[in-house]
């Protein structure tokens, strides 16, 4: 038999599972546009992407067919974070704690491009426009 402790407990696990899912699956995530890099009109767009428990900005706003060069800047040591992967350009990168590494691609055409970590569990994307 169940008593009131038994059903908060309960209950508090719920809660943690249902919040986990809402902020890794569901969460709206602002979109940042990419700079301008420092070779002028038709110059790669960058963007800095901070790792650490997650992907800031989460979604990054550029220019369909023109280079993108992304810095990701990973702030902690958990496992999950340790890769970056784009599915859609066949790369995946390690990234070294502490260290910034650089991840240059071209979108095609206007589209979502999404981004995970090497378990899928963080979450990002590159949202290419016209």
Do not use: H
Request: hydrophobic share 40%.
């Amino acid at each position: 038999m169940m008593n009131g402790t038994d059903w908060l407990v309960i209950l508090a696990g719920l809660a943690a599972i249902a919040w986990v899912n809402w902020y890794f699956f569901l969460a709206g995530r602002s979109a940042t546009p990419a700079l301008a890099g420092a070779s002028g009109g038709s110059g790669s767009q960058e963007q800095t992407i901070t790792v650490d428990g997650g992907y800031s900005p989460a979604v990054v706003r550029v220019k369909a067919g023109r280079p993108v060069r992304l810095v990701f800047d990973r702030k902690d040591s958990g496992s999950c974070s340790e890769e970056v992967v784009f599915p859609d350009f066949g790369i995946r990168r390690f990234l070294p704690t502490g260290k910034k590494t650089i991840v240059e691609l071209t979108p095609p055409k206007a589209g979502r491009y999404d981004f995970t970590c090497g378990m899928s569990m963080l979450r990002g994307a590159l949202v290419a426009e016209d």
